[in-house]
Every structure is written in C-alpha cells, then in structure tokens.
C-alpha cells in the first residue's frame, strides 16, 4: 500500500503509510467480514459479542462490548486501527479511541453501503482482490434472490428487536433495507430509527400480516409471540434469526439462503 488517504462513511479522511497490521474490531458482523478476507492474523482486538468464527473468543483479545469498551486494554494491545460503526458504537467511544490510534467508522443503511466497506476494506488492508471476490459473490446472490422475491405478495410487517419497552426496526437501518427486499412493508418505517411502540395501538398502527421477534439483541419467548400477537387481528408470529437481518458484511450471503427458506415456510 501506498501513501495514501482514504475516507472512511462518516466523512473522516485517514492518512496511512502502509496498510494497518494490528487490528481492533469493535463490530461482530466486522469482525466476521474481516476474517472472511483473510485477515485473522492482524485482528488482534474482538469484543465478547464477535461470535463468529466461534474459535475467535480463545485466539483473540476481548476488549469489552460495543456500547462499553476497556480503553486501557486496547491501548495495551498498540492497535494501528479499530474498526468501528456509527450505529453500534457511540460517539463519546469513538473520540476516546481516537486518541490511541485511527478509528475507521462504517455507517450501513443500505446494500450499496456494505458493497462500499467490502472495496474499502480491501483498500485498507490491501486485500482488494479478496474485496472484490466477496463484492462479486453478493451481487451475484443479490440478483438471484431479486429474481426469486420478484413475483412473492407484499406483506405489512413489524419487526420487534426489545422488550421493556418494546422497540422496533423502524426506518433509515439495514434491517429495514432487508424487509423491503424481501418485500415486507413496515408498518412503522414512518417512526423513527428504532421507535417505542404500544402493543394496544398495533392495530392503528398499521395491523401486521406478520410480526417478526428476533433472536437478538433480546432473546424474544413463546409468552412475548401470545402476548405480542393478541394485539393484532390475525398477525402470524415468527422467530427470526437477527443475524440474517442485522448482521452486514459477507454474511449477508447466508442471509439470502436462510431468506429463501423463510418465504418457503409464511
């Protein structure tokens, strides 16, 4: 890699001399992308959500969660780089990290913005073609499954990520990118990013053909489907696997596999 200054998807312009070699990642679906690239050897830093590949969680350093990180442990480690998102991790988080080294920020709302950190990833770690092999795989998994939803009946949708107060997927997120592919309509894409809603007021709302509780960041139960779905007319109650449609980077090839299966089954 040479000199160079690469801008990262919130605006911030980096200067590196050569490509980063000891990595932090702060993002699981990160984390993820990055030994998917074929860089395990430089990701030095994980947090205790990096689940994926599982062997991670003894090979590599835990350096805290998303939201609450052990700054002293990261500056140990002497990273050149951590990965962060805009969404994941705050900013107060970001500006303490900056002092220790650069902080690469993603921010993905949308399909094109995971195409974008795949090339940039690869610019920055100096494993274009990788980058690109992963790009060409997506688009091509992309095409089919727009091929394969083409003809599928739109359905209204709520996609519930909390309980305590309950929460939604609203709009502006790459959960609500992945409903409209699959041709879901969320009733509450006019409401924010992720709105507090009232169950007694689904039914105004919007009425859900199908209400989706996913498996993270709130582990939904059989008593959350009964009492969720009493407030509708005749919603269908279905678990989600959150990872298929939170999780960005090169697991969103699986996501298409596991969508396909999901359709089957309405």
């Not at 947090?47 to 140990?76: A, D, N, Q, W």
């Not at 599928?152 to 939604?168: C, G, L, Q, S």
């Not at 709302?205 to 009493?230: H, K, T």
């Amino acid at each position: 890699m040479k000199q160079k200054t690469l801008v990262d998807q919130i605006g911030t312009a980096h200067f590196f001399e050569t490509s980063p070699k000891r990595i932090i990642s702060l993002v699981p679906s990160q984390t993820e992308l990055l030994y998917d690239l074929g860089l395990e050897d430089k990701i030095i830093g994980i947090t205790k959500f990096c689940v994926h590949p599982y062997h991670f969680k003894s090979t590599k350093k835990s350096v805290g969660g998303t939201k609450k990180v052990h700054f002293e442990k990261i500056r140990l480690l002497q990273p050149d780089i951590i990965i962060c998102n805009k969404e994941e991790n705050t900013l107060e988080i970001v500006e303490e990290l900056r002092k220790i080294c650069p902080v690469w920020v993603t921010n993905i709302a949308t399909i094109e913005d995971n195409f974008q950190m795949i090339t940039d990833f690869g610019q920055l770690f100096n494993c274009r073609t990788e980058g690109q092999k992963w790009n060409d795989k997506l688009a091509f998994a992309l095409s089919d499954f727009k091929n394969y939803i083409k003809d599928k009946e739109v359905k209204k949708v709520a996609y519930f990520i909390w309980k305590k107060p309950f929460m939604v997927a609203g709009s502006d997120n790459f959960i609500n990118e992945l409903l409209k592919l699959n041709h879901f309509e969320n009733i509450y894409q006019n409401k924010g990013r992720y709105p507090e809603i009232e169950l007694k007021k689904m039914r105004l709302d919007g009425d859900p053909d199908l209400v989706f509780l996913s498996s993270e960041p709130y582990p939904f139960a059989e008593e959350d489907a009964f009492e969720i779905g009493r407030h509708t007319h005749h919603a269908k109650t279905v678990f989600v696997d959150g990872e298929m449609f939170s999780w960005y980077g090169s697991r969103l090839l699986k996501a298409f596999d596991y969508f396909k299966k999901m359709h089957e089954k309405l």
